[in-house]
């Protein structure tokens, strides 16, 4: 059970001055699915920093289950984060990554090999990252962040550069393991239609400094894929009423996009 | 093509073929023949003063290595980290790169007498800069991205330190403990030749006052030998073992 509430008039980087945020506010609510969108550099990943409690350097709060972020000595959530290089450790094998999160947990050596083979990747456990494509290394950094059974599961642009059908594979473990665990997700990509297709939510910031210009709920039924023709029309009536949405710009009728699901809202 | 080590056992042993050939050709007393120094450094270890002596000394560089790699480390990761720190103990470590190693030892004898503890404090004290200028190079650079991950996920401090910080610096403590083993030797004999009664330097001061130039380098070899073996069966399995992910 994680429900999040961001309150962030402002959060300005100390080294170089820069204000990647500004007035954003959302809320998600428990086992809720949400994608963030947006131009690069709209601070996208410093919302995830600021969620995971890697930053704590910002005007406003943070509330996790009604607690001040801010003021927990430890995070409330167990986490899984997948960052948007793989950022595995050079000097432990592939399992030893993966171990590394699971903190003295009795199962660890099964749980993390179970892991691996979701992502396919058991045949190089004792492999070391360096031996291993960009690709695998992003499947080992989802493996590593599936491990902790997180209750909040936040993920950088985690299936850029990955070939398709492995994107495509990838996915559906992570909705599987979504539908296991219920876990909240925040999910930041620049991929309109993969955001469409995972998540409750979409919320579209603009260009620096961030804030939420628009927050689209998708109420089409599960399972989607990327092809559904359903998921298709709707990326399409996005960007016809807002086709600079992607840009972090948008023209005045925000209401007319709605997520259409059996049942088209009339307005 | 000769390989490697037939290369290195080669070049030894011609070096060894003509330091024979001079010294017979030469006949000076001051320049024994290889298989006169040999023959002393038979005497010596079968009488046993030699691996007495040894013994002592190598107690003394292991004593101060770790108490110098300890502070060293401790203070070099504590300025490699903190902008503070640095600035506030850089002007020391500046003056501490820069004291002769003499006087060092001789103001250590004189404040706290000629006792083991002076002796130890005086190399460890020689070291210990060294040691901070590297590991603090080692704690600039280490990744804050990497640190962040176990941030994220929660990881007790103990298991930070050990699998995510500490691994980023092995390769600048190695370099630290290769060096400071080379220095900690060559400072050991100065100390035991100054104000201390055992030990290799010791022995090699009353050599010197004999003039006893082959017991002088018997002496050197043995303890060429015992650094040779300390690298070959320490320094280099532990740097293969930390290593072993770069290959």
Redesign the interface.
């Known amino acids: 059970m994680i429900n999040l509430a961001i309150n962030i008039p402002r959060k300005q980087f100390a080294s170089n001055g820069i204000v990647a945020l500004r007035n954003l506010e959302f809320s998600i609510t428990s086992g809720e699915f949400v994608a963030l969108v947006g131009p690069s550099g709209a601070g996208k990943s410093t919302i995830l920093n600021i969620i995971g409690g890697l930053d704590r350097d910002y005007d406003g709060d943070v509330l996790i289950n009604d607690q001040t972020l801010r003021d927990c000595s430890t995070h409330p959530a167990r986490i899984g984060y997948v960052f948007q290089e793989p950022r595995l450790m050079p000097w432990l094998t592939v399992i030893q990554n993966v171990e590394l999160v699971l903190d003295g947990e009795h199962d660890q050596r099964s749980r993390a090999r179970e892991m691996l083979e979701q992502v396919e990747l058991t045949g190089r456990a004792e492999s070391y990252p360096g031996q291993l494509s960009g690709g695998m290394q992003r499947r080992v950094a989802l493996a590593r962040a599936f491990a902790t059974r997180p209750n909040l599961l936040l993920m950088d642009e985690p299936f850029v550069s990955l070939d398709e059908p492995t994107a495509q594979r990838l996915r559906g473990n992570l909705l599987s393991l979504w539908q296991a665990l219920r876990p909240t997700v925040v999910f930041v990509t620049h991929n309109l239609l993969e955001a469409l297709t995972l998540a409750d939510h979409v919320l579209f910031l603009s260009a620096s400094p961030g804030t939420m210009i628009h927050r689209l709920a998708i109420d089409i039924e599960r399972p989607r894929s990327l092809q559904d023709p359903t998921i298709g029309e709707l990326y399409q009536r996005v960007m016809r009423e807002q086709p600079e949405i992607l840009s972090g710009l948008v023209t005045d009728n925000l209401e007319s996009v709605q997520a259409t699901g059996q049942k088209r809202n009339t307005r | 093509m000769l390989s490697e080590r037939r290369l290195h056992a080669l070049s030894l042993f011609s070096f060894f073929v003509l330091w024979q050939l001079i010294a017979q050709i030469l006949q000076y007393p001051s320049l024994p023949s290889p298989i006169a120094v040999a023959a002393s450094l038979w005497h010596h270890l079968v009488s046993g003063d030699l691996l007495y002596s040894l013994g002592i000394t190598l107690l003394r560089v292991l004593i101060a290595f770790f108490i110098a790699m300890l502070i060293g480390t401790a203070c070099g990761i504590l300025m490699g980290r903190y902008r503070t720190a640095d600035n506030a103990l850089d002007g020391i470590l500046v003056l501490g790169l820069n004291i002769p190693a003499l006087v060092t030892i001789i103001l250590c004898y004189i404040w706290f007498g000629l006792i083991e503890a002076a002796a130890i404090t005086a190399v460890a004290i020689n070291k210990i800069p060294t040691v901070v200028v590297t590991v603090r190079e080692g704690a600039r650079a280490v990744d804050h991205?990497?640190l962040?991950?176990a941030?994220?996920?929660?990881?007790?401090w103990q298991?930070k330190l050990m699998?995510?910080y500490l691994?980023q610096l092995?390769p600048y403590l190695m370099a630290a403990a290769r060096s400071g083993l080379a220095l900690i030797w060559k400072i050991v004999l100065v100390v035991e030749l100054l104000g201390r009664s055992n030990g290799i330097g010791f022995q090699l001061g009353t050599f010197f006052q004999f003039f006893d130039i082959t017991s002088i380098l018997a002496y050197t070899f043995a303890f060429a030998a015992v650094v040779l073996l300390v690298e070959g069966i320490i320094m280099r399995p532990i740097d293969n073992r930390?290593s072993?992910?770069?290959n």
Request: net charge positive.
């Open positions: 991205k990497l962040e991950v941030d994220a996920f929660h990881l007790a298991r699998r995510v691994p092995y930390i072993r992910w770069r």
